[in-house]
């Protein structure tokens, strides 16, 4: 009588190398280079886009959302818990990520990116004449005559 139910103590078993060697290794190299990219993407997205409230937002949802979830796989690759921490760790990360970036944050997006077309629709329309908005020639200065 072999079924699904006869699998459950498969998570009862320490994640490590010996019990689980296809995944073992991938999952702690991948929640490295992810938790590091996550940093520095963040760092260099900071600096690059700090005029875009929204976009930094999202951004720093993405980091913390990388730092904890690769952390925690990480922890759980080093100290070696039970695969019953891992399968929701990283299957709930994943439903994190994709929450944020295609549901939280889409709408934000159009929002802010409305609000920026009004703005420029709004000056553009504030200056009535093309004329206003070139600078008159400064008033040429007279030569002095050499003696």
Do not use: C
């Not at 009862?12 to 190299?29: K, M, R, S």
């Not at 730092?67 to 994943?94: E, H, N, Q, R």
């Amino acid at each position: 009588m072999n079924g699904p139910w006869n699998q459950i103590s498969t998570l009862l078993v320490g994640f490590n190398n010996i019990n689980f060697p296809a995944i073992f290794t991938p999952t702690w190299q991948l929640s490295l280079a992810l938790l590091v990219l996550g940093i520095v993407f963040y760092n260099f997205q900071g600096r690059r886009m700090h005029a875009y409230s929204v976009f930094l937002d999202l951004n720093e949802w993405l980091m913390w959302t990388s730092v904890g979830v690769f952390s925690l796989l990480l922890m759980y690759s080093v100290f070696g818990f039970d695969f019953l921490f891992v399968l929701p760790t990283m299957i709930g990360g994943a439903a994190i990520f994709l929450w944020i970036r295609f549901w939280h944050f889409p709408p934000l997006i159009r929002a802010y990116e409305e609000r920026l077309a009004r703005q420029r629709y709004f000056q553009r329309s504030k200056t009535s004449h093309p004329s206003e908005t070139i600078r008159a020639k400064a008033a040429a200065k007279p030569k002095r005559r050499k003696r």
